[in-house]
Structure formats: structure tokens, C-alpha cells
Nanobody
Framework: QVQLVESGGGLVQAGGSLRLSCAASGGTFSSYGMGWFRQAPGKEREFVAAISWSGGNPYYADSVKGRFTISRDNAKNTVYLQMNSLKPEDTAVYYC?????????????????WGQGTQVTVSS
């Protein structure tokens, strides 16, 4: 059984940075693309970033492009999301998920396993 566990969330002031981690267990981590999504209160879950199985072809939502960086370490079965220049509108629960398709897609139904989420709160 695949398990994904996010960590690294917290409270940060606008303009600050956070680094999220997602540790995977079970399955073959290095064979799958991975994605990050987020869900703000009262809003639908939305795509943030994704990365291929090899670490290439990172893809970002327009709202985070230039501020967030997705990366992975297959030796550690971990995917990361470095978030810089954070804004209050980045406040949300952030989830990592495993992609079921190649090339990477942004739609939620293309991801099968999900973590429990980690809260990111950006104060103004």
C-alpha cells in the first residue's frame, strides 16, 4: 500500500518561504510522476506543480510560476515544494499525490494516491 506523508507546513509572513516535503512508502516511487495540489477554505482543490518520474519536465500553475520550485530525490523517496515570496492567497492545505499518467496532467482524476495534507498559512 502506497502512503504519502506531507510535512513542512506552518505559519509564515507574506514574502517569506517554506519548504514542503512529501515522503512516500510502498510502491515504486521512482517510476511515477508526482504532483502538489492545494485547497483553500471554501474552494476546490487546485493544481500547483508536478514533476516527472526522472525529475525533469517540472510544470507549474501560472499562479505560482517563478515563486515555487518542485523537485524530488528518488533515493529518499521524497518530493519537495520550495515556496518563496509567499502571498496570503497561497494559504491552503497542500497535498502531494502520485500521478497515474505520462505525460503529466493537472486534473485531479489523474492522481491516485494522496497524502493527508499540510497546512500553510501566510499572514499579511
Amino acid at each position: 500500500q502506497v502512503q504519502l506523508v506531507e510535512s513542512g507546513g506552518g505559519l509564515v509572513q507574506a514574502g517569506g518561504s517554506l519548504r514542503l516535503s512529501c515522503a512516500a512508502s510502498g510502491g515504486t516511487f521512482s517510476s511515477y510522476g508526482m504532483g502538489w495540489f492545494r485547497q483553500a477554505p471554501g474552494k476546490e482543490r487546485e493544481f500547483v506543480a508536478a514533476i516527472s518520474w526522472s525529475g525533469g519536465n517540472p510544470y507549474y500553475a501560472d499562479s505560482v510560476k517563478g515563486r515555487f520550485t518542485i523537485s524530488r530525490d528518488n533515493a529518499k523517496n521524497t518530493v519537495y515544494l520550495q515556496m518563496n515570496s509567499l502571498k496570503p492567497e497561497d494559504t491552503a492545505v497542500y497535498y502531494c499525490a502520485r500521478s497515474t499518467v505520462r505525460p503529466l496532467r493537472v486534473e485531479i482524476h489523474n492522481y491516485d494516491y494522496w497524502g493527508q495534507g499540510t497546512q500553510v498559512t501566510v499572514s499579511s
